[in-house]
């Protein structure tokens, strides 16, 4: 039996131009002046603490280098 319409995933497809959830989120956090003015301040002083207070107060995650 098919999934009901309001429970189907939508799925961008094989567009691969087609921005997705982390293209949206950093769009919408850099149109934020408060943002920008934090993010400003993170690249003058790049302290390891201060990098985790702004993820912290933006909500924001970070992969692990690979390298």
Do not use: C, H, I, K
Not at 10 to 38: C, H, K, S, V
């Amino acid at each position: 039996m098919p999934t009901p319409p309001r429970r189907r995933v939508r799925r961008a497809g094989n567009a691969p131009d087609t921005p997705g959830r982390p293209e949206f989120a950093a769009a919408f956090l850099q149109r934020n002046r408060q943002y920008r003015a934090d993010q400003a301040r993170l690249n003058r002083d790049a302290a390891a603490n201060e990098r985790t207070a702004l993820a912290r107060r933006w909500g924001l995650s970070f992969r692990l280098d690979a390298g």
